[in-house]
């Protein structure tokens, strides 16, 4: 089992749509999750972060987390063209362990 | 200050030759992370830095692949005597100890070709 999973995808959501990105993770020692976006062909850019069980919302993202399920997500409202790219899950901890990512392409 | 710089930002090489890469980090941030990332798979957790101690390395990186940190500043990563598979993005991120640590900033990565 990885230590990180996500469904690499791709995931396709009409614009205007809720994008649902899911992640579960195996360490029940990890305490603080993060999602990063990619675009194709460059780096990982940190677009939330949540450390308690709950939702917490920025804009039109909303990371939930449950931490009895070991279990993250992602969710996108308004999805937008530019949102397409991929979304990695991140768990802290010093062995840093991100998932393989979910792309998502948001139709115009 | 502009963010994580690594320099080359691209890189050639024939297999059997050594490399060094360079990360520069935000001036603030004490911790630095070396991740190797391939196409269609997230980064690879290569190595850390809390200042220049080195306190973490995964089991994964074979003794050819080195990295320091020697002023708590810039880091270099070496590959000695590249073989194919070492053919990867290679990235560099930097976190602040304290609150919200393990936020990372990454640079733009270095893009390894082994020929």
């Known amino acids: 089992q990885k230590e990180v999973e996500q469904n690499s995808g791709p995931l396709s959501v009409p614009e205007g749509a809720i994008a649902s990105l899911n992640c579960t993770y195996s360490?029940?020692?990890?305490?603080?999750f993060f999602w990063y976006r990619q675009y194709s062909g460059k780096s990982p850019e940190l677009i939330m972060s949540?450390?308690?069980?709950g939702d917490k919302e920025d804009g039109r993202f909303t990371a939930q987390l449950n931490k009895a399920s070991q279990y993250v997500s992602l969710l996108i409202r308004d999805s937008q063209p530019s949102d397409s790219a991929t979304y990695l899950c991140?768990?802290?901890?010093?062995?840093?362990?991100f998932g393989a990512g979910t792309r998502l392409f948001v139709k115009a | 200050d502009t963010g994580v710089s690594q320099n080359p930002r691209h890189k050639i090489t024939k297999r059997g030759q050594n490399v060094t890469f360079r990360c520069d980090p935000i001036s603030e941030h004490n911790r630095l992370y070396w991740y190797r990332q391939t196409l269609g798979q997230g980064p690879e957790f290569l190595t850390y830095?809390?200042?220049?101690?080195?306190?973490?390395k995964s089991r994964l990186l074979s003794d050819r692949f080195s990295a320091e940190r020697p002023k708590g500043s810039f880091s270099t990563l070496e590959i000695q005597r590249t073989e194919q598979g070492d053919s990867a993005m290679y990235l560099c991120?930097?976190?602040?100890?304290?609150?919200?640590?393990?936020?990372?900033?990454f640079g733009s990565g270095t893009q390894l070709s082994v020929l």
């Open positions: 991120a930097s976190s602040q100890q304290g609150v919200g640590t393990q936020k990372l900033f």
């Open positions: 830095f809390q200042n220049e101690a080195q306190l973490e």
């Open positions: 949540i450390y308690s069980n």
């Open positions: 360490d029940r020692g990890s305490q603080s």
């Open positions: 991140h768990t802290g901890g010093f062995k840093t362990i």
